[in-house]
């Protein structure tokens, strides 16, 4: 397959007889039925492998199918091609004993993810600690109020830009803007037509493109080559943009001059750490940013208190970070309700969860998304409802993730490293665009059926009107 195009694959199957394809068919159906047949764990609950992957698509539909097959909150799924993977949807002491094995690790977890979503040039050398490390280094409070500044004065001059009304498509001018955020101010990315061309290889490498083909999941090869190309040219030109830094003597202190500094001697390390944060940073805060418009708009009570706590702080986004605890939790809110997530772990020796044996190297599974949907955590869970979060007057999702009740950003011993920057993203984005634009929605966008993971996406392109304010 690796030397197989998608078009060269399609004038194969156009040439194969209907009655071979049909032989193929019905073979294929019986390998799997006999995998799916196979004899599993004793004692271990069997969840099946059909409801499983139609739920992906519905939560509603996952939640009760992990419920019907596992009662107990811990069952194994046998997926063909792939293996068995121990599932975790419920039962509060197996998710904590999840997050806080120190036998069950991240890092080859990260890598098993990594390595079905992202490009074969983002693998090598790939440490979630190197990750976590870039972060930290460049995430210091003092230096993220200067990003949020910066970022306020970028989406002030790209707003700028725009008619004084018209008709934009949210998500996809919100994936935009938040690119620009990232690789302008996070990166140090300071030449428009770079910034274009790195644009464009990250919408070619985008998660969601790639998931949307049903071909990726066994033959990945037919559509990597042309994913490929991109990476291997947003490696060249980054590593190219250091190069030129270096030999200007131009020192700074961005995202891109840190993990160089740091790593240089490895350009493939450099640019899977980049294009992890790079991506990270995006591929869930645009579609946020876009949810937190639609619900601003769509719940006027929602709206009103928003608008009461930015109006406070009036354009001082340096305090953005700690005095908007109603905007957080409108946030937090949007992660629970209009994304789908999972965690992926991989046991380093053999260990137990509960009664459960779990032998070495098998995958552990942690489905946050369920855990957003639990009526018995979240009363009423489909109802949007930022004060669910909100306790004395500050939100509580910290004292939620430490309890292990709402996940979306992880917990334990691993949580996301890169919290504090979506958060900050989201916030200072929407709090620009409410000040300086009159946003009206035609209704609520009709969801994207294949992204099983992250924050969602709408099927279509979805289109708001706008006009901009006086103070714009």
């Known amino acids: ?47 099946p492998v059909l409801p499983f992957v139609r739920g992906l698509l519905d939560v509603h539909k996952l939640k009760d199918a992990l419920r019907a097959a596992a009662p107990d909150g811990f069952g194994v799924l046998k997926v063909p091609l ?16 999840y997050h806080n094995h120190p036998d069950l690790d991240l890092q080859k ?44 004065e970028l989406i002030r001059r790209r707003i700028g830009q725009l008619p004084a009304e018209g008709e934009i498509s949210l998500f996809d001018w919100g994936y935009t803007m938040v690119q620009d955020l990232v690789l302008v101010v996070l990166m140090g990315v300071l030449d428009d037509d770079i910034v274009a061309e790195i644009r464009d290889c990250l919408i070619e490498t985008d998660v969601e493109k790639y998931a949307k083909n049903p071909l990726n999941i066994f033959f990945p090869s037919l559509t990597q080559r042309h994913r490929n190309q991109y990476s291997d040219r947003m490696k060249v030109i980054l590593h190219r943009l250091w ?10 202190n961005d995202i891109l001059s840190t993990v160089y500094d740091r790593f240089g001697e490895n350009p493939d390390r450099c640019f899977a750490i980049l294009w992890s944060i790079v991506t990270a940073a995006t591929i869930n805060q645009f579609a946020a940013t876009a949810w ?15 608008d009461r706590e930015i109006n406070e702080l009036g354009g001082d986004y340096s305090r953005f970070l700690e005095n908007t605890p109603y905007l957080e939790a409108t946030l937090r809110e949007i992660m629970r309700v209009s994304a789908n997530g999972l965690s992926m772990r991989v046991a380093m020796t053999d260990i137990t969860i509960g009664p459960y044996a779990i ?43 430490r309890k292990y009740k709402l996940l979306v950003f992880g917990a334990g011993r691993h949580p996301c490293p890169g919290m504090r920057l979506a958060s900050s993203i989201v916030k200072v984005f929407f709090a620009v665009l409410r000040q300086s ?36």
């Open 437 to 472: 634009l009159d946003i009206r929605i035609p209704g609520p966008p009709v969801l994207s059926r294949f992204q099983p993971i992250g924050v969602l996406r709408p099927e279509k392109k979805y289109f708001v009107k706008f006009t901009k304010k006086a103070s714009a």
């Open 243 to 252: 190069e030129q830094r270096k030999a200007a003597g131009i020192e700074r």
């Open 292 to 306: 937190m418009i639609y619900y601003a708009n769509a719940i006027p009570e929602v709206g009103k208190s928003i």
């Open 1 to 47: 397959a690796n030397s197989v195009t998608l078009d060269t694959a399609r004038e194969w199957l156009a040439r194969v007889p209907p009655s071979v394809l049909a032989l193929g068919a019905a073979a294929g159906a019986l390998a799997l039925y006999v995998c799916l047949r196979t004899e599993e764990d004793p004692g271990i609950s069997r969840i």
């Open 82 to 97: 792939v293996g068995k993977m121990y599932v975790i949807h419920d039962n509060d002491d197996y998710i904590a004993q």
């Open 109 to 152: 977890g990260f890598r098993k993810l990594v390595g079905v979503l992202s490009p074969p040039e983002t693998k090598t050398d790939l440490e979630v600690s190197d990750i976590s490390w870039v972060l930290q280094k460049c995430l210091t409070p003092k230096r993220q109020v200067g990003y949020m500044e910066d970022m306020a």
């Open 359 to 401: 032998p070495k190297d098998a995958l552990v599974v942690c489905m946050h998304s369920v855990l957003a949907r639990d009526e018995r955590r979240f009363p009423e869970p489909d109802t949007f409802r930022p004060e669910r979060l909100m306790e004395n007057g500050n939100c509580n999702y910290e004292e939620m993730m």
